[in-house]
């Protein structure tokens, strides 16, 4: 039976270092190459040594698909593929390969250069891994090789992300990278066709989440917002520079706009205008309204918000800062944290999930002193709001997703444990479909029932379907029957005269023939319309005919009567079939061996 | 499988191709050229154009002075510009299932189809060809409202009226068929019908073909087009590129292996290299701006314009045309520049690479944002009070009979200093030229016309090997004017299947198989013998499922257990359920081996008679004969089913079961 193995490097059963191996069809794919937030050390990165213990990935990966940007889905690249070493290719789609290399970047100078750590990947190394990337297009079937073939669906999470679908002949797995239900403010919703996959690997971030209405979320998000600025003061709120950063951006622009409030909001890095330029550039990743409008007017063309310096922390008076990064891990948003964090007028807005570890994560759980680096502590008074904005599908979109692409099987990655299982019994309830959740180096096993596709020759499928009339009649399925020629790797569905031919066999007739004697008083064409009577009141449903030369043919076995020599009474009946008649021949020799009932006319 | 030809413009195609059981509409081109025989639409009012005196036949028997006007010694149709539509007679357009567009020139008629034809279908494009082919409808409708002429002429259509008409109305073809522009609203309503595709995606029309578009490096988003079942496949090659311009580069590799593959849209000018055209574009428009001229470029606003922004782009500095103002002329200039940015997707390599950067893909946004560049709508408005000159212009139509270009035909038409650089070549210039006669303005001629060329074409098609190719006839002989050049023309084995207006072409092929699955169950079920070293028969006995034009087969359901039956004396006389027949035979039962055989089952009286065509066997104790041939055995035995059936056995060994 043919088995596809899904086995987690990392997200099984924790969201971070997205890393999940899948073997389908004798090819291997990585999907996803991602770092973990939580962690500065070697647990940062998937385990390869999985793969191979030794030397590189490439002769054991036909390919590695990556599904958007966010450093958790591919921070670990450069590293797999330039220190560990890969060459095969790397599928990404035009908005991720563009800002990869960005954040990539990002990452290692925060690493490197702040950190001051070594044995990292370098810039060069970033460079060289990027030239490996082949680009997706939505719906383009990529064909990796010749049975392999990957397609990218829209998922709406950020800027370009894609789930996938990996399809070896009649096997395939889905795989959503992190998606989004409900469409946002910049972004649509994601959508798949019911590709029934076998397998469909999904995030489940928000497992056991079912959310409130964006609507409310958004009238919560700017109360929250407009009343700090009120009392003179400030909110941070810790983004990555790509994707929740834009949503939050056009939704803070509007109400500014529609309030006419005048305190600043200021975006941080030097990375605002270029981020926002590639939004520009990708208009077709965003959703409908900002796709039909943006001639007239660019969604991303923000007038209030302006770029951030380090010295406006220390300005006196209420401000909005969106400050990178966003689980308050490092960076500038930690930095102006640090400094904000002793004032109770003062608010950080946490806008997504945060990893187990981080500072975010930390404060979000209510801790008050924070141990920093060098042994100091800091006090949190300053007021700590969650708000999840993170466009990960909820349980309601998971299951939505479900609904759509009527998988056969559910796997469970990204997420934490005890939510997973939650999921898992609401899945294998609802859609009593096996649902997998393997933790990180655990390979979940799926065997697979593939239909064999064959070739039928197009007169035997005409003449069973003209047969076979319009409809079928579930009572009285017809049977078809022919010859199924295995040559090489072809497979070809025949019927049996054609096989012989093409095969080039002569055809050996086998054929019986066989005398029973009969007492019967009448002449011989009385016999023979005797005979004819009875088994027409025997067989039902057979062909039985009643030839002009003196023959009675029951479907093709011919039956002959001839009077005996010695005594007219005594009738010889001749039966004579092929083999492929025998059960009947045997079956009417039988039958008229007892003789012909009385009371025949 | 049919091929119907609807259209008779080899670069405008509109054939209809059916093909198992789906009918698939290829393009719809709207033939503009007809615009040429009416009068142009000033858009302000032109003493010159009201005052043509009206045309009556010389022996003053016909007048249409209302509707025929005589400019520059030609008789033009003074009403509302009318478009040659697709043919609709030849099958009824309703069953159509499907439109493909390969790319935005090739569905300016779509809303003809599929607004008034019954059409209940679904239009395949792309995103760059739907937004794009939008634009440049939504600018045709602007171009027609903007000039409302009520008049409609009809009488000059009637034929024995159309045979005294003087060229080249006389010769115009198919009048009847000619039908003014559609509204927006037929256009939106006719662009909500498509669904937008991927390069290489699949898509199953009813499980029984597959469309895939290609990147055809033709234009943003133009494709040309797979059609194929499991075993048949039709390649629609349509507007095509080998040049490097602006689109992504044409997909040749998938186009192998075709069956047939049909032809369009190759160059309109086999004889004008699009590089040279470009240089001459550049140095006579700088000649013109340098003796204080104005240029005027009527063009479609998307496409090559943005090839020549880019190219003046270069230009401009090395030229000294820093200051010189560029307007481009538009009801959809602007949203045409705004769009050409956002289709990274699409583009050529060099262009995508820029959008990672992040920067625009083409350089005109920097001409816009330095001001070198300026868009307008139309030339009321800002445009008249901004308006300095010598410049440059870009405005449609490139008929010269509508739009804005109508005005700066009026304007500068008297001066020699000017110049009119026609680029475009979907219409003769001279042509277009001829209601504004006499011109004291320079026209030049530099058509860019990108699509493959002939020499191109026969190495493509030497390189994907289709069996067959079918073209427009315009492709298997030399252009009438070029009558010598036999290369200017298709040259194949076998040769191509030309095809005209109105031809319907049965394309040769013969389906010779189908796909069908075997499920799990009766595939573990089947049990192989080799025949041959390497092939290997099974017989199969199945049930046929066949939903959506898939075909399954599923093992025979087992019947249920028949009732205990209470007349058990009567069972014996049931007769057999043959749930599968028996195989046929193959081979031949070798007599030494047989007899060997029969002894071993304790029959050892047997008498051998050798027969012209095999042995008789006479098993004598049992009375019994077996009558052994090359091709065939027959056991006669009588009265002794065991016997019969054991015979049987036995023969059966022998044989191959198939």
């Known amino acids: 039976m043919p088995e596809i193995k899904v086995t987690p490097l990392g997200a099984g059963q924790d969201v971070g270092r997205s890393c999940i191996l899948v073997s389908i069809g004798g090819k291997n794919i990585m999907l996803d190459c991602g770092m973990h937030m939580g962690y500065n050390d070697d647990r940062r990165f998937p385990d390869f040594s999985y793969i191979t213990q030794n030397g590189r990935l490439t002769e054991f990966l036909d390919c590695v698909i990556i599904s958007h940007f966010h450093l958790d889905h591919c921070g670990a690249l450069p590293y797999m593929s330039e220190m560990v070493g890969y060459d095969g290719p790397i599928y990404m789609t035009h908005p991720t390969k563009a800002i990869c290399p960005i954040l990539l970047e990002d990452f290692r100078k925060i690493t490197v250069d702040k950190k001051g750590e070594t044995n990292f990947f370098t810039s060069q190394m970033i460079k060289d891994c990027m030239k490996k990337v082949v680009p997706l297009n939505l719906h383009q079937t990529v064909q990796v090789d010749d049975e392999l073939e990957i397609k990218a669906y829209y998922a709406g999470h950020v800027l370009g992300a894609a789930m996938v679908h990996i399809k070896v002949g009649s096997e395939s797995v889905v795989y959503t990278g992190d998606y989004n239900m409900t469409p946002d403010r910049h972004l649509g919703a994601a959508w798949i066709d019911k590709c029934r996959p076998d397998i469909l690997i999904s995030e489940s971030t928000y497992a056991t989440t079912i959310r409130d209405s964006k609507r409310c979320r958004e009238r919560d998000f700017l109360k929250k917002v407009h009343e700090s600025i009120e009392r003179g003061g400030k909110v941070l709120i810790p983004v990555f520079a790509l994707g929740r950063a834009q949503e939050l951006c056009i939704l803070l622009e509007t109400f500014w706009e529609r309030m006419n409030l005048k305190a600043p909001i200021y975006f941080s890095t030097g990375l605002t205008e270029k981020a926002n330029h590639y939004y520009k550039l990708f208009i077709t990743w965003t959703n409908q309204k900002i796709r039909k409008t943006f001639v007239q007017r660019n969604m991303f063309e923000f007038k209030h918000i302006k770029a951030f310096d380090r010295s406006y922390a220390d300005n006196p008076g209420p401000m909005v800062v969106f400050a990178t990064p966003g689980m308050l891990h490092a960076g500038q948003s930690l930095q102006i944290f640090k400094k904000w964090a002793g004032n109770e007028k003062n608010m950080v807005i946490m806008p997504g999930y945060c990893v187990q570890g981080t500072i975010g994560h930390k404060i979000l759980n209510g801790q008050k002193k924070l141990e920093m680096e060098g042994r100091s502590t800091l006090d949190v008074k300053l007021q700590v709001e969650y708000m999840s904005f993170s466009a990960h599908a909820d349980a309601k979109g998971i299951m939505q997703l479900i609904r759509m692409a009527e998988p056969r099987n559910m796997l469970l990655v990204h997420g934490e444990a005890v939510k997973m299982e939650f999921l898992k019994g609401k899945i294998e309830q609802e859609f009593s479909i096996d649902c997998y959740m393997p933790a990180n180096g655990e390979t979940a096993t799926v065997t697979t029932n593939p239909s064999v596709p064959v070739d039928i020759s197009l007169n035997l499928l005409k003449r069973e379907m003209a047969l076979g009339g319009p409809l079928p009649d579930p009572k009285k399925p017809r049977t078809m029957h022919g010859t199924l020629i295995m040559k090489e790797n072809s497979l070809k569905l025949v019927s049996s005269e054609q096989a012989l031919k093409e095969l080039g066999l002569n055809e050996h007739q086998l054929r019986f023939t066989c005398r029973v004697q009969l007492q019967d008083p009448h002449s011989d064409t009385d016999t023979l319309h005797r005979i004819y009577t009875h088994l027409k009141s025997v067989l039902k449903g057979y062909t039985i005919q009643h030839l002009p030369d003196g023959t009675v043919m029951v479907e093709s076995i011919v039956i002959k009567v001839s009077s005996s020599a010695e005594d007219t009474d005594t009738k010889v009946l001749l039966l004579s079939w092929s083999y492929q008649d025998e059960d009947l021949g045997s079956f009417l020799s039988t039958l008229l061996k007892k003789g012909l009932p009385s009371g025949l006319c | 499988m049919k091929l119907y030809c609807l259209s008779g413009h080899p670069t405008l195609p509109c054939n209809v191709l059916k093909f198992k059981s789906t009918t698939i509409m290829l393009d719809c081109g709207l033939d503009t050229t007809s615009v040429l025989n009416f009068l142009p639409l000033p858009l302000v009012h032109s003493p010159r154009l009201s005052k043509l005196p009206g045309w009556v036949s010389k022996d003053g028997t016909i007048n249409l002075e209302k509707e ?574 065991p016997l019969r059936t054991t015979l049987r056995d036995l023969v059966l060994r022998f044989l191959q079961k198939v």
């Open chain 2, 68 to 641: 025929l006007k005589e400019c520059a010694g030609r008789v033009f149709v003074d009403a509302q510009p009318e478009f040659c539509l697709p043919e609709r007679e030849l099958l009824d357009l309703s069953t159509i299932d499907v439109i493909l567009i390969s790319n935005y020139h090739c569905m300016m008629a779509l809303p003809y189809i599929t607004e008034h034809t019954g059409f209940t279908g679904t239009v395949y494009a792309t995103e760059p060809t739907l937004q794009i082919g939008r634009l440049l409808m939504e600018e045709l409708v602007n171009f027609m409202e903007r000039v409302p002429k009520a008049q409609s002429a009809t009488c000059w259509k009637n034929k024995e009226i159309q045979r005294v008409l003087p060229g080249p109305l006389k010769d115009a073809v198919d009048v009847w068929m000619w039908k003014r522009c559609y509204t927006m609203q037929e256009v939106n309503s006719a662009l909500s019908k498509v669904q937008l595709v991927g390069y290489s995606q699949k898509v199953e029309l009813f499980g029984a073909v597959q469309i895939s578009p290609l990147s055809s490096g033709y234009s943003l988003g133009s494709s040309n087009w797979i059609i194929q079942s499991h075993y048949e496949k039709v390649s629609y090659v349509s507007g095509s590129s080998l040049l490097t311009t602006h689109p992504q580069p044409m997909d040749q590799s998938s186009l192998k292996n075709s069956d047939v593959l049909i032809l369009t849209g190759l160059t309109q000018m086999p004889t004008a290299n699009p590089d040279g055209m470009l240089g001459e574009f550049c140095s006579n428009l700088a000649m013109t701006i340098r003796a204080g001229g104005n240029v005027l470029v009527p063009c479609y606003s998307s496409g090559v314009i943005y090839d020549l922004l880019e190219c003046l782009y270069q230009f401009i500095d090395s030229a000294n045309l820093g200051t010189t103002p560029f307007y481009f002329i538009s009801p959809v200039a602007n949203s045409s520049l705004e769009f050409s940015q956002i289709f990274a997707e699409w583009l050529c390599h060099n262009k995508q690479t820029k959008v990672y950067l992040p920067e625009p893909p083409f350089p005109h946004a920097e001409l816009i944002q330095t001001n070198k560049l300026k868009h307008y709508p139309s030339i009321h408005g800002d445009f008249s009070s901004e308006f300095r000159q010598p410049c440059v212009v870009f405005t449609g139509h490139p008929s010269l009979r509508f739009g804005d270009v109508v005005h700066f035909m009026e304007l500068w038409g008297k001066s020699s200093l000017n110049t009119i650089i026609f680029t475009e070549p979907d219409f003769s210039y001279l042509d277009a030229l001829a209601p504004y006669q006499p011109l004291a303005m320079k026209c030049v001629y530099c058509p860019i016309d990108t699509r493959l060329n002939f020499h191109q074409v026969s190495k493509l098609l030497k390189e994907v090997q289709p069996l067959h190719v079918v073209c427009p006839e315009q492709y298997t002989q030399p252009p009438l004017t070029q009558s010598h050049r036999s290369d200017l023309m298709l040259e194949l084995q076998p040769p191509p299947m030309p095809y005209r207006r109105c031809s319907v072409l049965s394309l040769p092929f013969r389906r010779r198989y189908e796909r069908v699955y075997i499920l799990p169950e009766l595939a573990n079920s089947l049990v192989p013998s080799e025949i041959k070293p390497g092939i290997s028969v099974a017989t199969l006995s199945a049930v046929l499922h066949s939903k959506d034009n898939k075909h399954t087969l599923q093992s025979v359901p087992k019947p249920p257990p028949a009732p205990p039956s209470k007349k058990r004396k009567r069972v014996i006389e049931e007769p057999p359920v043959v749930l599968t027949p028996k195989p046929l035979l193959s081979g031949a039962v070798p007599l030494e081996a047989f007899l060997a055989t029969l002894q071993k089952h304790g029959i050892t009286e047997v008498k051998v008679e050798e027969t012209a065509d095999g042995h008789i066997l006479h098993l004598q104790a049992e009375d019994t004969l077996i009558q052994l041939e090359e091709d065939g055995t027959h056991i006669v035995c009588d009265n002794n089913e």
